[in-house]
């Protein structure tokens, strides 16, 4: 999974509750993502980081936020998890020469 | 209507055969083009790339793109029980950085 780890892999949450989900790679890479990956909707974009503090939102932002401000770590937040909040998370990363981007192995979230 | 369109399956075969797999799309600006496969509970791996309209072969793998009609294929020669996946199509307007766009997936299995 190309130097890229996730934490953590599963996690049960309930309703209301903030989560952090943490991604950190050791690739140096400047760009990291965060998608979700639901039944039928394969991966939309949460949020991307194209650098330390820079950070933007993508196509189902809501109810989300990331920060970077480490080239390594790159944090989704759940303000206050919603059931329709349960997924898989994934991370990635890319490079400013490679369109190419390598996924984590996923995070597993539930929230009861 | 999604911006990226793709058959969920499942695409049965019987080993051997060739497997085809395809998405359409809406915005003419994308000029990016890639195959992913993603095996169960794993993160999205890389399989094929294409730029802009054409043909290109990697082993087994044959990726084409016809940017006239909105249509992308895979085709996948010889298949194997371990081509049974997820393959993912996405596209993209920009080359590194830029955010990719996925179509929701098609399971494919391959029965020996």
């Known amino acids: 999974d190309a130097g890229i780890t996730q934490s953590p892999r599963h996690k049960v949450t309930e309703t209301g509750t903030p989560v952090t989900l943490r991604c950190h790679q050791t690739e140096n890479h400047r760009y990291m993502y965060w998608y979700r990956q639901d039944p039928g909707h394969g991966l939309r974009l949460i949020h991307y980081?194209?650098?330390?503090?820079?950070?933007d939102k993508g196509e189902v932002s809501d109810g989300y936020s990331v920060s970077r401000s480490k080239t390594e770590d790159f944090l989704l937040t759940l303000e206050s998890a919603t059931s329709s909040q349960t997924s898989v998370y994934f991370c990635?990363?890319?490079?400013?020469?490679?369109?190419?981007?390598?996924f984590g192995p996923g995070t597993r979230l539930t929230v009861t | 209507q999604k911006e990226v369109e793709q058959d969920p399956g499942p695409l049965s075969v019987p080993e051997g055969a060739i497997v085809s797999l395809n998405c359409t799309y809406s915005n003419s600006a994308f000029q990016y083009f890639m195959w992913y496969r993603q095996y169960s509970r794993k993160g999205p791996e890389l399989l094929m790339y294409?730029?802009?309209?054409g043909n290109k072969e990697d082993g087994r793998f044959t990726a084409q793109v016809d940017k006239s009609s909105k249509y992308i294929s895979l085709f996948i020669r010889d298949s194997q029980p371990s081509d049974s996946a997820t393959y993912l199509c996405?596209?993209?307007?920009?080359?590194?950085?830029?955010?990719?766009?996925f179509g929701g997936g098609t399971r494919v299995l391959v029965k020996p």
């Open positions: 294409t730029y802009s309209s």
């Open positions: 980081s194209y650098g330390v503090k820079d950070t």
């Open positions: 990635a990363i890319s490079e400013t020469t490679n369109y190419e981007q390598y």
């Open positions: 996405a596209m993209s307007v920009g080359a590194a950085g830029n955010k990719l766009t």
